[in-house]
């Protein structure tokens, strides 16, 4: 089994959608978690962290469930630039990520 | 701006030939790290180093060697290339207190045949 384990997808979405990615982790240990963001060709940034408590970052939030061991990730008011592959990390501690294959999502006019 | 360089966009070169790869961040940053990409696989952990002359293996460490003289370059060495080395290499850096927050390179994409 994979340590983080996510939907390559793609999900293909219009304009405007709401989609939702979500990732598994199997380290119970596991400290701080991540989204990523990867445009095609390029190298991946931070998109945003994810928190216990949830958090959001304008139309992006991101979610924890420490029971069930998954973090996912929302998109409200999808737009063509949010086109991209999604990463989901995991920081297991002592400086190392996991990172999760990716899930890809294109939005289409 | 944040900036991690990497020596080449692309290499080809021939099984059995020695490969460097270099990787250059200007943001003082104490971990720097080699991954490589593959389709269906996601990134996976080479070396990485958190220290000049430090260095801690990976996910995958077999077949690589790494070298850090100085703080803000970090190399990459295939001894002997083979095929299922082909792949996309990612250098990546980040402070050592906010570790999460990794800053990738261009990535070097190496072919070998």
């Known amino acids: 089994r994979k340590e983080v384990e996510q939907d390559p997808g793609p999900f293909n979405v219009p304009e405007g959608a709401t989609v939702a990615f979500n990732c598994t982790y199997s380290n119970s240990a596991s400290q701080s978690f991540f989204w990523y963001r990867q445009d095609c060709r390029k190298e991946p940034k931070l998109l945003m962290s994810?928190?216990?408590s949830g958090n959001e970052d304008g139309r992006f939030t991101a979610q924890l469930n420490r029971a069930s061991q998954y973090i996912s990730l929302l998109i409200r008011d999808s737009k063509l630039s949010d086109s991209a592959t999604y990463l989901c990390?995991?920081?297991?501690?002592?400086?190392?990520?996991?990172f999760g294959g990716g899930t890809r999502l294109m939005v289409k006019p | 701006d944040v900036k991690v360089t990497q020596s080449s966009r692309y290499l080809v070169k021939r099984t059995g030939e020695k490969v460097f790869l270099e990787c250059v961040q200007d943001?003082?940053?104490?971990?720097m790290f080699w991954y490589r990409q593959d389709p269906g696989l996601g990134l996976r952990l080479i070396y990485f180093?958190?220290?000049?002359?430090?260095?801690e293996k990976g996910d995958i460490p077999e077949g690589y060697s790494v070298s850090r003289e100085k703080k803000e370059r970090f190399s990459l060495i295939l001894e002997s290339a083979s095929t299922n080395q082909t792949s996309m290499y990612l250098c990546?850096?980040?402070?050592?207190?906010?570790?999460?927050?990794?800053?990738f390179g261009p990535g070097t994409r190496l072919t070998v045949t």
């Open positions: 180093s958190y220290d000049v002359k430090m260095k």
């Open positions: 990390v995991v920081d297991n501690a002592g400086n190392m990520l996991t």
């Open positions: 943001m003082d940053h104490e971990n």
């Open positions: 994810v928190y216990s």
């Open positions: 990546a850096s980040s402070f050592l207190r906010g570790r999460y927050e990794q800053y």
